[in-house]
């Protein structure tokens, strides 16, 4: 007899490892798990289009094979040099029986910003789904160490990208579309080697909330999920976590483990269907592993 999900996804410790940033999933060990095949798919997002950035590996990638069971078209946005991974999901995606729309760029420019949604409609004729997601991290024991480059670059990524993306989005979506960001626990906790990033997670937590009273007359909804320590290649590929750190990622959550992102992107698709969260909006749902937020 199958083990439920919920102890049998993959615990610590894992094998020591560490990659260069922005870091590949097809190196991880073990691989995350994306392909849900607990999951029963019902149509719920049939022929919708959505853009996902970061949709080439964890979350993301997870998220945009979801979608595709569920019916729809996916675009995603990665870097140049995680393209491999990026081919990787739109195999995944085409798998489905769904288009998959490949937009190299970087998201800290708002000019890609603007493109990726430009290419998104040009090619599907629409959009639907925004999904904020890629994000960029990078520990450090002291402020010094933190400097203005990198501190640009977090929230460019993080914060700046959501903005610049749901800017230039919510004028082509029509009542029933979902706009859904990717925060994080780091949100709530300020962990203390992850400032610039905490930070970030906040804003997103703010400016969903504040987002989603803007548009809800218009028939847009506005979500966040914020998830805790999940198994894809952001943390691997954090200069600041040593290889032992990842060795024993997420155990000090409550469930002992860290999230796989096949448990995540059910959420997603909660949030993104009208006919299951039509009455959700300014949510920030929070996927900790039992740990207590404030």
């Not at 200069?239 to 959420?267: H, N, T, V, Y």
């Not at 920030?284 to 592993?289: F, T």
Request: contains cysteine; proline residues 7%; hydrophobic residues 35%.
């Amino acid at each position: 007899m199958d083990q439920e999900q919920v102890t049998n996804e993959p615990k610590p410790p894992f094998p020591q490892q560490q990659q260069k940033s922005p870091g590949h999933e097809s190196k991880i060990s073990p691989p995350p798990r994306y392909e849900a095949a607990k999951y029963k798919a019902a149509g719920k997002l049939l022929d919708k289009k959505a853009l996902i950035t970061g949709g080439d590996s964890g979350i993301g990638r997870a998220v945009a094979v979801l979608y595709a069971r569920e019916g729809a078209d996916i675009a995603i946005t990665y870097l140049p040099e995680e393209k491999d991974d990026a081919q990787t999901t739109k195999r995944e995606v085409e798998a489905q029986g769904r288009k998959c729309l490949l937009i190299a760029g970087d998201l800290t420019q708002e000019s890609f910003c603007k493109e990726a949604v430009e290419k998104t409609i040009e090619e599907f004729g629409g959009l639907d789904i925004l999904v904020s997601n890629a994000a960029h991290q990078a520990r450090k024991e002291s402020l010094d160490e933190i400097t203005s480059e990198e501190w640009d670059r977090t929230f460019k990524t993080n914060i700046y990208a959501y903005f610049h993306l749901a800017k230039a989005a919510v004028r082509h979506m029509k009542p029933g579309s979902a706009i859904i960001a990717t925060s994080s626990e780091t949100a709530y906790q300020g962990p203390k080697d992850l400032p610039d990033y905490s930070s970030t997670k906040g804003a997103i937590n703010t400016f969903t909330k504040s987002l989603a009273q803007m548009l809800i007359k218009k028939g847009i909804r506005v979500n966040a999920v914020a998830p805790g320590p999940v198994w894809t290649p952001l943390n691997p590929s954090d200069a600041g976590a040593d290889s032992e750190k990842i060795q024993s990622f997420g155990e000090k959550q409550p469930i002992g483990r860290p999230a796989q992102p096949e448990e995540l992107a059910p959420a997603y698709v909660f949030l993104a269907s009208d006919a299951d969260s039509s009455y959700v909006s300014g949510a920030i749902l929070a996927e900790v592993g039992g740990l207590p937020l404030n």
